[in-house]
Nanobody
């Protein structure tokens, strides 16, 4: 069994920054081989991919966040990060992390508002 827990969400003003973390634990012996991703969802809409990072370190971003968000990983800690800068109200959502298209966290709320 694998557990995935997000943290770091909260309320921030437009233009501000937040750093999300996603820690994986449990029956993980090959975290470094996993492809990882951050998703977000607002009520009534489909969950969308925000950023992804492969086991080899290649990254991919949604057009709406490219240049503002940075995804990274620390395989020694089984943890993934999402640095979010220049936040906009439209970034408001519940953010989820995913490991290898199998394991999901419970989500963390990000609210961008003045």
């Amino acid at each position: 069994q694998v557990q995935v827990v997000e943290s770091g969400g909260g309320l921030v003003q437009p233009g501000g920054s937040l750093r999300l973390s996603c820690a994986a634990s449990g029956n993980i012996f090959s975290y470094y081989r996993m492809d990882l991703g951050w998703y977000r969802q607002v009520p009534g809409k489909v969950r969308e991919l925000v950023a992804a990072i492969t086991s080899g370190g290649s990254t991919n971003y949604a057009d709406s966040v490219r240049g503002r968000f940075i995804i990274s990983r620390d395989n020694t800690k089984n943890t993934m990060y999402l640095q979010m800068n220049s936040l906009k109200p439209e970034d408001t959502a519940v953010y989820y992390c995913n490991c290898n298209s199998l394991y999901w966290g419970q989500g963390t709320q990000v609210t961008v508002s003045s």
